[in-house]
């Protein structure tokens, strides 16, 4: 498997705190089957200021270090690019390493507030030839009222990264909804582990993987976690990799309806429930 969001590089971000942490994540993630990680720092102007040359020196010092351990994974370079001006400048500059140093780069909305202007960056950035894949959209806050823009945007040709410990319940029950709702409709392309550390952050992708497996078939879980991530590696045309797989005939999403939002009943009992506090 490839990993294309992984926050393995120790002590430039709030992942690895340090290099015994980064090999005990990159051991766990070797046992998982992942064979290639992007390394993926924050870059959020004012919070974390990485640049692409430094991160391009911490993977080659990371890489020794594994390869001197032992562990056999390959690095390669990546950015979890927080949503600012002049990233389309950044990317050309190289100051914002996109996946690989492919078209593909990593776009983190902001968590909390829904830019009011997402889609007219996200195709400034299409037209200048770049795959904006939007990270973890299942866990952004407001996601519930924006879903269709959310389709939207994969509609215009951006791509997106589904957290795989979301499909396992480690974010809650929320954020499991939206991530089950986002593969059952074939709005995800890749899943990724967005790993920080050894404890509630760890680098399990395969779990996604089977959960995917279970839904759609192994085929498609394979695509996610490896066949997409390696053409993505290899700059291919997203056109010339294959698109998520359509809904599935008959699935229904009916049920509980908030906010003009349709939900299934007993997940959607659950996590409501834990919104509004009422058991
Ligand atoms: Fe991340």
Request: hydrophobic share 40%; aromatic share 4%; proline share 8%.
């Amino acid at each position: 498997m490839i990993d294309l969001h992984c926050h393995l590089l120790p002590g430039i971000d709030d992942g690895a705190t340090d290099l015994e942490t980064a090999l005990a994540m990159a051991k766990i993630a070797v046992a998982d089957g992942v064979e290639i990680i992007a390394c993926t720092p924050h870059i959020t102007p004012g919070v974390y200021d990485n640049q692409g040359p430094d991160i391009a020196l911490a993977i080659i010092s990371l890489q020794a270090a594994l390869d001197a351990a032992g562990i056999p994974l390959q690095l390669t370079c990546g950015a979890d690019a927080h949503l600012a001006p002049e990233l389309g400048q950044g990317l050309r500059s190289g100051r914002v390493p996109s996946l690989g140093g492919s078209r593909y780069f990593l776009l983190e909305p902001p968590h909390h507030v829904a830019p009011p202007r997402l889609d007219l960056a996200v195709q400034d950035l299409l037209d200048q030839g770049y795959v904006p894949v939007i990270t973890h959209p299942e866990r952004l806050t407001w996601i519930e009222d924006h879903y269709n823009q959310m389709k939207a945007l994969v509609g215009a040709g951006a791509w997106l990264q589904i957290t795989a410990g979301s499909l396992t319940g480690r974010f809650g029950p929320r954020p499991r909804y939206w991530a089950e709702r986002m593969v059952d409709e074939g709005l995800t392309h890749i899943l990724a582990t967005d790993a920080h550390n050894l404890r509630n952050r760890a680098p399990h992708l395969a779990e996604g993987r089977e959960a995917v497996a279970a839904r759609l078939g192994a085929e498609e879980a394979r695509r996610m976690v490896l066949d997409r991530p390696r053409g993505m590696l290899a700059n291919a045309d997203p056109e010339t990799l294959s698109p998520p797989n359509p809904p599935r005939p008959g699935l229904s999403l009916s049920g509980l309806s908030i906010s003009g939002l349709s939900l299934s009943g007993a997940r959607a009992r659950g996590w409501m429930s834990k919104l509004f506090h009422v058991s």
